[in-house]
């Protein structure tokens, strides 16, 4: 069977002596997407961040491509083909959107003409300054420039949080069109759990720092009863 590209095994985790993750195990395929779906504050940013390197692993193992790769720096874990965009929409206010796009760019299918293609908006805006955009177009800036790294995964955290309806949607199109492109796996932590929960192929339940539910994302979808105990949600009836 292949290698699978990343895969945590009984990760206990947290920062320092505060341990935020436990026993936590999945694995993401070449090109797979997962859905994190969870509570506020039941460890899903801590999970991204761990897969990263910034948290400190008491117990288990974090394997990329087949290599153990627990105790490797960030910068290398980026380097290697981790694709991080953090919370915060940390973009350089003083460069354009296309210097933003080329600053870190490497090579690969992710280029110039295949991230504007993702995102028109990016495209229109180009000479604008960083500083000059709106929050929705900011976040599509961060994702947008995560990609032209092109990392093998890109890990996604809350990226629809507080964006209207409507640029809600534009990214979500993004996101899919980027999944189907078939070059990039994805992790997706959302409190939107249905848009997350179309976008991807396997979901993942945190519940107080470990894993409640796994299944594949269409079969969740249709599980109101999980849905409403861990996240709270209630399915409007069909
Ligand atoms: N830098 C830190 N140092 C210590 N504890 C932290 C740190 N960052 C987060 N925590 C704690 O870890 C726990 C999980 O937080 P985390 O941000 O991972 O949750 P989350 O599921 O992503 O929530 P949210 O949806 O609110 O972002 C919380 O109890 C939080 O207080």
Known sequence: MAEPLLALSDVRAG?????????????????GSLAV????GVGKSTLLLTIMGYTTVERGAIRWRGLDVTRRAPFRRARAGIGW???????????????NLTVAARPGHWDLAAVYGLFPRLAERRQNMGNQLSGGEQQMLTIARTLMTNPAILLLDEPLEGLAPVVVEELSSAIERMSAAQKTALILVE????????????????????????????????????????????????
């Open 37 to 40: 779906l969870g509570r506020n």
């Open 191 to 238: 409190q939107h759990a249905e848009i997350a929960l179309s976008l991807t192929e396997q979901a993942l339940v945190i519940e107080r720092g470990a894993i409640a539910h796994r299944g594949p994302s269409r079969a969740l979808l249709d599980d109101s009863a999980v849905l409403d105990r861990y996240i709270g949600l209630k399915l409007a009836e069909a």
């Open 15 to 31: 920062y320092g002596e505060s341990i935020v993750l436990d026993g936590v195990s999945f694995e993401v395929p070449e090109t």
């Open 85 to 99: 965009v953090p919370q915060e929409r940390d973009i350089f206010a003083t460069l354009s959107v296309e210097e």
